[in-house]
């Protein structure tokens, strides 16, 4: 993948925080070993890479399997950390405990113990009140308050109105001030979707960690495809080749017309959304784990049958399509989160755009392919499944170029991670190296981040106007 060109908007600034993860109890290898032979470009990236984990480990005093495995994409890794630095450790409106109490409680929605555990560890490590971790009852009434934003963010955020904002920024002994909501916004979305990227790449807990979930996919740090490591054979292994063919000549195909420049109405791309949109109500997993909630995540729940309910099914009233250009993260959210808490919205618009534009030129065993267009497809089903529409994206690419398979596993990370299944895993483009499924899952991370943040900072401008 080729190294992303991304302008930053006008007056912004590359992040100067540094990057780690900040301070954690002490290090434990994860037991994995990591190689960026899987499609990663070697020239160079061994010692970034090194280098990265070194600042992490110097600066936090541990490095998990979560930068692990985002290590196979350094440059992402990098812009993960400082963003996720920043909200964690640099300053900012809310106190250091209250914003791992907000991380715990954001990871709870969707039942990540392994979220839930570290940060319970970081909220007692910077002065929290062990009695907090009893429980979401235990915590301070402002804390509490934050339950139902919560809720709808992880589950449900085109519910979120401006009276959800007023609701808590009104003046009394536990109300928010504007900016200390904003931050809280950025880090429930932000552990929200990072939930979605431990379930979606199977990630276990550390060695000192108790809990995680079964949900384990082979290494993705071996120099294989899921056909490798589960010995595909016969006709297996050539319908898994085959899928990988019949993608690049779609891509071809799309690409050629697109050179011919056919014209596609206005109306007939609205149409193709609402049957993407429609279609989206037919993939869903097959509800088969045991998804009963281990007892150190469900104290910090409430309405724990509260979750993700299809943006649109027949027979209901549907809210209406967030038209992505009426309210853009380029042009609204990133000045107004830039305004509330300063040199969040650069880092964040960084990472948006390291991973959206993030390609080695490479799809299986074939190199020199421009996969523009198959991340776009990606990108934009996500924000789909979560009801908001690009005026100028022809949605039929989408089912051109992602396969049932691949919708199954896209909507499932992105909507209710926690029913994320090893079988899903290896199912969808089983020739693909694991490097590439992962930078799936980064893609699946910041579009659902951005769609969440979205509605809500939405909310917020229409709260303050």
């Keep these: 993948m080729e190294t992303p060109g991304h302008p930053l908007p006008p007056g912004a600034r590359r992040g100067e925080q540094g990057s780690g993860g900040g301070r954690r109890c002490p290090f434990r290898a994860a037991g994995r070993r990591l190689s960026t032979s899987d499609g990663v470009p070697q020239e160079g990236a061994e010692g970034s890479l ?22 196979l994409h350094p440059q992402y890794l990098s812009s993960f950390w400082k963003t996720q630095y920043l909200l964690l ?38 002065g929290g009140n062990p009695a907090w971790l009893q429980g979401l009852h235990c915590a301070p009434q402002k804390l509490r308050n934050l339950n139902e934003i919560n809720k709808l963010l992880a589950h449900r955020p085109w519910l979120i ?17 504007l900016a200390e909501l904003v931050q809280a916004l950025v880090l429930l979305t932000h552990y929200h979707s990072l939930a979605s990227f431990v379930f979606g790449c ?7 960690q108790d809990g995680g979930h079964s949900c384990q996919p082979p290494s993705p740090h071996s120099n294989s495809s899921p056909a490798c490591d589960d010995s595909m054979g016969g006709s297996g292994g050539k319908d898994a080749m085959r899928e990988v063919e019949v ?37 869903a997993p097959a509800d088969i784990a045991d998804h009963s909630l281990q007892s150190n995540v469900l104290c910090f729940v409430e309405d724990p049958e509260f979750g993700y309910k299809d943006f649109t099914r027949r027979g209901e009233q549907a809210p209406p399509t967030f038209r992505a250009q009426d309210y853009t993260w380029e042009d609204h959210g ?9 040199d969040v919205g650069q880092l964040l618009d960084e990472k948006f755009q390291v991973v959206y534009n993030l390609t080695y030129n490479t799809i299986a065993m074939h190199c020199g392919v421009d996969t523009s267009m ?4 990606i990108w934009n089903y996500v924000h789909c499944v979560f009801g908001i529409r690009y005026d100028d994206y022809d949605y ?16 499932t990370v992105a909507c209710y991670p926690e029913k994320t299944t090893k079988r899903m895993y290896t199912n969808f483009w089983r020739h693909f190296k694991h490097s590439e499924k992962v930078h799936i899952n980064l893609l699946l991370l910041e579009a659902r981040m951005q769609a969440a943040l979205l509605y809500a900072l939405r909310a917020v401008t229409r709260y303050m106007t």
């Excluded at 490095?63 to 290590?71: K, L, P, Q, S, W």
């Excluded at 039929?396 to 909507?411: A, D, F, H, P, T």
């Design 50 to 71: 090194r280098q990265l984990l070194i600042e992490a480990f110097v600066s936090a005093g541990r490095v998990d399997n979560v930068a692990m495995v985002m290590g």
């Design 89 to 126: 450790r640099m300053d900012g409106p809310l106190p250091y405990h209250k914003r791992h109490y907000i991380a715990i409680m954001a990871a709870a929605r969707h039942q990540c113990s392994y979220l839930v555990g570290l940060h319970m560890g970081e909220f007692l490590q910077v």
């Design 161 to 177: 109105t401006k009276e959800h904002i007023e609701a808590l920024l009104k003046t009394g002994e536990n109300s928010w001030s």
């Design 202 to 208: 199977g990630i276990n807990p550390e060695e000192e």
């Design 247 to 283: 993608l690049m000549e779609r891509m071809k195909l799309l690409q050629e017309s697109q050179l011919e420049e056919e014209g596609v109405t206005q109306e007939e791309m609205a149409t193709r959304f609402e049957l993407e949109k429609t279609e989206s109500l037919l993939v």
């Design 334 to 342: 990133y000045s107004l989160i830039n305004r509330l808490y300063p």
């Design 374 to 377: 198959l991340r776009r497809a």
């Design 396 to 411: 039929g690419e989408v089912n051109q170029l992602l396969e049932r398979s691949l919708k199954i596993y896209i909507k």
